[in-house]
């Protein structure tokens, strides 16, 4: 039987807290494996020396951040970590074997190798590499900084100098945005179907992630209301455009709602806005709503070539030197050979030029989604790198995904994205900005198609008896 090392006297806090950081901290070390079954209530509680009401509670709340799982007479599981689960159908290397639409990228082309390869040639011949010399300042060099509060008010976002920071990518951004302002049980709200970073984030900073509903546009901004006027909330996480994996597109007065709540509840806004440059629709930035409590996140990554992990993060003028200080205990500061690739392409309009020939690309692309996916497309845009896409109710998301894996194609299913327990959409993710090439994805596409018009194997199944 499994038992925990930590100290559960009562002694640091709550004993149903303790028991909770012993669970998660098992399973992510791998000492609790997946599938294997806990210990009852009544047992654990008994053999630490707690009520059954302790272990409940633990139970409870380690089920809610998705480590375990329970099921009706058998029992109490843990289920495979987030990471472990994310990385089932999410690839982190190319296969030649595969089409992989499993991750959301910028299409990479000729022209944009060509594109790396001119800069890397012209960084060659030039005699000297200031930007090599120093790791200092944390916050990125002031004329990258300078480059990008340029770039940044073309699309709306309006910031200082001292307000940006140079981060490795978005991902990078919203982690120190939410290092910057939340304690561990401070609840920060999202998407019911969100980025599994967040999700991550969430396991590692030990937060509590509360899901909010959403429609075409996102997060309802009832539901957001209601969860301001009930409980204690310390931020709110949301990517307006082109939501992962659900393909939302928040309109102008959903974000001047959204804003209009969150500031007189006093919640900050973390803006996940690395879409922006693809959206030919010109929309305010809802942290533009919120100069003291907006967080606005965007990076190169997406809309220029994966590899171009050069990211900004505008703070709030409060907390640019808090926000400086989580970025130098968790990275330093940003890649300068990256920032100045990005700095020196915003510069001469090489991102402009990238950005219209990836809206260009994905045009082609959500096309061919549109003609052989037809109604099975929940929702996509024109210019999105990915869809979401309905499978039949004859089929299970995993057992959907693995047949087409068996056929030379990834995709993704919901359970990375999940923030709370909740029946699957029975969905899938497409990243058509994955494919090599246009021929390449109409092939992954008709595999699709054809998987859907099958009725799966018997394995799909629950036997009952």
Same mark, same amino acid.
């Given at each position: 039987?499994?038992?925990?090392?930590?100290?559960?006297?009562?002694?640091?806090?709550?004993?149903?807290?303790?028991?909770?950081?012993?669970?998660?901290?098992?399973?992510?070390?791998?000492?609790?494996?997946?599938?294997?079954?806990?210990?009852?209530?009544?047992?654990?509680?008994?053999?630490?020396?707690?009520?059954?009401?302790?272990?409940?509670?633990?139970?409870?709340?380690?089920?809610?951040?998705?480590?375990?799982?329970?099921?009706?007479?058998?029992?109490?599981?843990?289920?495979?970590?987030?990471?472990?689960?994310?990385?089932?159908?999410?690839?982190?290397?190319?296969?030649?074997?595969?089409?992989?639409?499993?991750?959301?990228?910028?299409?990479?082309?000729?022209?944009?190798?060509?594109?790396?390869?001119?800069?890397?040639?012209?960084?060659?011949?030039?005699?000297?590499?200031?930007?090599?010399?120093?790791?200092?300042?944390?916050?990125?060099?002031?004329?990258?900084?300078?480059?990008?509060?340029?770039?940044?008010?073309?699309?709306?976002?309006?910031?200082?100098?001292?307000?940006?920071?140079?981060?490795?990518?978005?991902?990078?951004?919203?982690?120190?945005?939410?290092?910057?302002?939340?304690?561990?049980?401070?609840?920060?709200?999202?998407?019911?179907?969100?980025?599994?970073?967040?999700?991550?984030?969430?396991?590692?900073?030990?937060?509590?992630?509360?899901?909010?509903?959403?429609?075409?546009?996102?997060?309802?901004?009832?539901?957001?209301?209601?969860?301001?006027?009930? @409980? &204690?909330?310390?931020? %709110?996480?949301? $990517?307006?455009?082109?939501?992962? /994996?659900?393909?939302?597109?928040? #309109?102008?007065?959903?974000?001047?709602?959204?804003?209009?709540?969150?500031?007189?509840?006093?919640?900050?806004?973390?803006?996940?806005?690395?879409?922006?440059?693809?959206?030919?629709?010109?929309?305010?930035?809802?942290?533009?709503?919120?100069?003291?409590?907006?967080?606005?996140?965007?990076?190169?990554?997406?809309?220029?070539?994966?590899?171009?992990?050069?990211?900004?993060?505008?703070?709030?003028?409060?907390?640019?030197? @808090? &926000?400086?200080?989580? %970025?130098?205990? $968790?990275?330093?500061?940003?890649? /300068?050979?990256?920032?100045?690739? #990005?700095?020196?392409?915003?510069?001469?309009?090489?991102?402009?030029?990238?950005?219209?020939?990836?809206?260009?690309?994905?045009?082609?692309?959500?096309?061919?989604?549109?003609?052989?996916?037809?109604?099975?497309?929940?929702?996509?845009?024109?210019?999105?790198?990915?869809?979401?896409?309905?499978?039949?109710?004859?089929?299970?998301?995993?057992?959907?995904?693995?047949?087409?894996?068996?056929?030379?194609?990834?995709?993704?299913?919901?359970?990375?994205?999940?923030?709370?327990?909740?029946?699957?959409?029975?969905?899938?993710?497409?990243?058509? #900005?994955?494919?090599?090439?246009?021929?390449?994805?109409?092939?992954?596409?008709?595999?699709?198609?054809?998987?859907?018009?099958?009725?799966?194997?018997?394995?799909?199944?629950?036997?009952?008896?």
């Amino acid at each position: 039987m499994w038992l925990p090392t930590t100290n559960m006297s009562g002694d640091n806090g709550p004993k149903y807290k303790a028991l909770v950081e012993a669970i998660i901290t098992d399973i992510e070390s791998g000492r609790l494996r997946h599938d294997v079954r806990m210990p009852t209530h009544r047992d654990l509680a008994f053999r630490v020396g707690v009520s059954v009401q302790t272990v409940s509670a633990a139970y409870k709340e380690v089920e809610r951040q998705g480590y375990l799982r329970s099921e009706r007479r058998r029992g109490t599981f843990v289920q495979a970590r987030l990471t472990d689960r994310a990385s089932s159908f999410i690839l982190d290397n190319r296969q030649p074997d595969l089409i992989d639409l499993s991750i959301v990228r910028a299409a990479y082309t000729e022209f944009h190798n060509d594109l790396s390869r001119q800069i890397h040639a012209r960084l060659a011949e030039e005699p000297h590499h200031g930007w090599m010399e120093s790791c200092r300042p944390v916050a990125g060099f002031e004329y990258h900084r300078e480059i990008g509060a340029k770039w940044l008010s073309g699309m709306g976002m309006n910031a200082d100098v001292p307000q940006i920071l140079i981060t490795n990518g978005a991902a990078q951004g919203v982690f120190t945005a939410l290092a910057s302002i939340v304690q561990p049980d401070d609840v920060v709200l999202t998407e019911n179907l969100t980025d599994h970073g967040v999700i991550g984030t969430a396991s590692v900073l030990r937060f509590k992630l509360g899901a909010l509903p959403t429609d075409d546009e996102g997060i309802l901004p009832e539901a957001f209301e209601k969860e301001c006027q009930n @409980r &204690a909330i310390r931020a %709110l996480v949301i $990517t307006p455009i082109y939501t992962n /994996p659900t393909n939302c597109l928040m #309109g102008l007065e959903r974000r001047k709602r959204i804003a209009e709540i969150a500031g007189q509840h006093g919640v900050y806004v973390i803006e996940d806005d690395v879409y922006r440059p693809l959206l030919e629709q010109n929309l305010p930035p809802v942290t533009s709503f919120l100069p003291r409590l907006g967080f606005h996140v965007t990076s190169l990554t997406k809309i220029v070539m994966p590899g171009l992990r050069t990211g900004f993060l505008v703070v709030p003028p409060h907390l640019s030197i @808090r &926000a400086s200080s989580v %970025l130098r205990v $968790t990275g330093w500061m940003g890649t /300068p050979l990256m920032a100045e690739i #990005g700095a020196r392409w915003i510069a001469d309009g090489t991102v402009d030029q990238a950005v219209t020939v990836q809206r260009a690309l994905m045009r082609e692309r959500q096309s061919l989604v549109a003609d052989i996916l037809g109604d099975a497309v929940i929702r996509h845009h024109p210019t999105s790198l990915s869809a979401w896409v309905r499978i039949p109710p004859h089929w299970q998301e995993e057992w959907f995904a693995s047949e087409l894996r068996k056929n030379g194609v990834a995709v993704t299913i919901s359970d990375p994205f999940m923030t709370i327990k909740m029946p699957r959409p029975n969905a899938i993710r497409i990243c058509v #900005g994955g494919a090599p090439d246009t021929p390449s994805l109409h092939h992954a596409l008709l595999q699709i198609r054809q998987n859907m018009d099958q009725m799966p194997g018997v394995h799909a199944f629950d036997v009952m008896y």
